[in-house]
């Protein structure tokens, strides 16, 4: 097997890993704002009381585990969708149902939101995230803003960064390790025999079309190099997935030197419409009840291309012709033409291979290297052949065109970048409206910087992360508006607001929990051996039962139904020293369960404002020792009707 050889770093990407390395260390330069250029900043973001915004913004919470939503232009935080970490204001994580979609990790590291998708344009159904840290990902839906699944942690896979990415039709998530490891999982092998020894792996998670039910379709093993980010194809990209990865030295200790040692690094052409095919022929073998292909003995799923130096974003453009992939340590986007690259592959025109995949020639591929700055990670585009990519140690944005060029351009490539702006502070990744689909919008892109640096008032050690607003529909780029969030976004999806209806309420009809009870004279509690079960109804402004009684060490099971079906009428459920609250939306039925450990009279409440005799509505869990005083079953109403 040839191995692909490594070249030695030049000198201009070392001035550039220099760059990165002190971009940190000096303070950034106060924009200057004129009274003209404030005042048509302000009306252009400006959402007066009463109207509304017209995109959501869906921001990854990275180790906070939630997902962050605001609105734009006026950049507000509107609320927070709990995923991969418990979150009392919503109740998540407390409730039987929560407790169970989270499972044993009460934590989770959000990189890389993705909407659904139909025929290459968002469809407005459900948003995946995923869970860095513990190899899951999740689904939630846009109709009520809820997470409904998390699937994994993942087999055979550790560090799902590369995640999630849809295809057109919302047939796959594609997802690929960060970190390689030893396979199968729970194999340990000496990390001086890294190279050998320890693999990648790309996942497809296959997606119900109907329900949108996740589950591992195949995967394909690849070699130790550390995956980044991914783009789907589209057009004469279909059916294409294209991944960034660092590290092709293999280097397992010291990575900012050990990673950083060749010109190039190795981007993957996954070829998933094939994979596919070859996984249900069973060309695979079976890992961990996955089906697991090996591109080496399964030819045409998987080549690789030499991209700029350490690349972190891959992204492919509307049209599908054009991918774009940044380097943080070279001045420089590749921009690779999926044409060219059809024909590579057809004719195999290969400059060697790297456990047997083949590389593909890297002259016959790439269309250009065009200069953008220092420091290039992520790209977005416009729809209107306009790109724009985030510069890290430049701490800017720049805008440049794509293919096709003149022959002046190719000549001179720095003639096609057409605008630069600086933002503050070094900027990771950045965001347009439907750039990921075959047609963006091109009004909005949103900043995400990675330091704040003083932009807002003192708040102490742990600083928020800046965001902000750029108009892009002129000519040139224009800041209008910033923001912040709590640390920390890694990337974002923004979707027109009047492309989704969520519902306010739960439909009755709709409550299929066996344990809901929807009037006053239905409410219960029942003892059976030391099983205790409570059917509660929540409206305002109490509940019925408002005792529930219990001797120490039953297993209590409380059913809160919220009968309310008037918008905003969100009831809690709280339990004094029993580190319980859930909280109710109107239609909805949740579980709370646990034992009864320490005796005493207990009181619950309502923790979510819900009316003006809000602090009226409570009642009591009474927990006695032995048995006597206790009810078998209590009145549901206490005889007030």
């Known amino acids: 097997m040839k191995n692909h050889t490594l070249k030695p770093i030049t000198a201009l990407t070392g001035i550039a890993s220099l760059g990165l390395l002190l971009s940190g260390c000096g303070k950034s330069p106060e924009s200057e704002v004129s009274a003209e250029d404030r005042s048509s900043n302000a009306e252009t973001v400006y959402v007066a009381p009463g109207e509304k915004d017209s995109h959501y913004l869906f921001y990854s919470g990275g180790h906070s585990g939630q997902v962050f939503v605001a609105g734009i232009p006026s950049m507000r935080h509107i609320s927070t969708i709990p995923v991969f970490a418990p979150y009392p204001g919503t109740g998540y994580g407390f409730d039987e149902e929560s407790k169970e979609l989270l499972g044993e990790y009460t934590w989770g590291d959000v990189h890389h939101p993705a909407l659904s998708q139909t025929d290459s344009l968002y469809d407005g159904r459900w948003l995946f995230v995923n869970d860095n840290a513990n190899n899951r990902v999740a689904r939630i839906s846009l109709r009520d803003f809820k997470t409904k699944e998390i699937i994994g942690p993942m087999p055979n896979s550790s560090g799902s960064h590369a995640s999630s990415f849809v295809t057109e039709n919302t047939e796959y998530l594609f997802v690929s390790t960060r970190f390689s490891t030893p396979l199968p999982k729970g194999r340990v092998a000496p990390l001086e025999d890294y190279a050998t020894e320890y693999s990648g792996m790309v996942t497809a998670i296959k997606v119900d079309p109907d329900s949108g039910e996740m589950s591992v379709g195949f995967q394909i093993i690849m070699p130790p190099f550390d995956f980044d980010l991914a783009s789907t194809g589209k057009g004469p990209s279909s059916g294409y997935v294209f991944f960034t990865s660092y590290n092709t030295e293999m280097a397992h200790e010291t990575l900012e030197v050990g990673a950083s040692q060749a010109d190039r690094d190795l981007g993957a052409v996954v070829n998933w419409r094939a994979a596919a095919e070859a996984a249900a022929s069973g060309k695979g073998t079976e890992m961990d009840g996955v089906q697991v292909l090996d591109p ?207 519902i306010e309420v739960y439909p009755k009809a709709e409550n299929k929990n066996p344990n809901a009870v929807w009037s006053l004279d239905e409410g219960v509690v029942e003892r059976e051996g030391d ?58 039925t949740k579980t709370i369960k646990f034992v009864a450990k320490k005796a005493g009279v207990f009181p619950f409440y309502c923790t979510n404002f819900c009316s003006a005799l809000h602090q009226e ?25």
């Open 296 to 502: 080496a003995k399964v030819p045409g799923i998987v080549h690789l291309v030499g991209i700029a130096k350490s690349p972190h974003g891959m992204d492919v453009d509307p049209s599908g012709k054009w991918i774009v992939a940044g380097g943080k340590l070279q001045p420089t986007a590749t921009v690779m033409n999926m044409e060219k690259i059809a024909k590579a592959i057809e004719a195999k025109d290969y400059e060697g291979d790297f456990r047997g995949i083949p590389i593909l020639k890297h002259e016959s591929v790439v269309e250009g290297e065009v200069p953008v700055g220092l420091g290039p990670l992520h790209t977005q585009f416009d729809g209107k052949g306009n790109a724009y990519t985030s510069l890290f140690i430049d701490s800017a944005v720049a805008k440049w065109s794509l293919p096709p060029w003149t022959d002046e351009e190719k000549a001179n490539l720095e003639k096609v970048v057409t605008d630069k702006i600086t933002v503050h502070h070094s900027i990771g990744h950045l965001v347009v409206a439907g750039s990921d689909t075959k047609d963006p919008e091109g009004k909005w892109l949103v900043a995400m910087n990675k330091l704040s640096k003083g932009r807002h008032i003192n708040v102490g050690p742990s600083q928020p992360e800046s965001s902000q607003l750029i108009d892009i529909s002129g000519e040139k780029m224009k800041m209008v508006a910033e923001a912040y969030t709590e640390p920390e976004p890694h990337f974002a999806q923004i979707l027109r607001a009047d492309a989704i209806k969520p």
């Open 531 to 588: 099983q205790v079960t409570a059917k509660v109804v929540a409206v305002r402004s109490r509940f019925v039962p408002d005792k529930i009684e219990a001797q120490l060490g039953d297993t209590v099971t409380i059913h809160v139904t919220n009968i309310e079906q008037s918008s905003d009428m969100i009831h809690g459920y709280g339990i004094n020293e029993h580190n319980i609250n859930v909280v109710v939306d109107p239609g909805e």
């Open 617 to 641: 509505m409570q009642g009591y869990l009474i927990v006695r020792e032995d048995d006597s005083g206790a009810d078998t079953v209590a009145p549901a109403v206490n005889e007030v009707q």
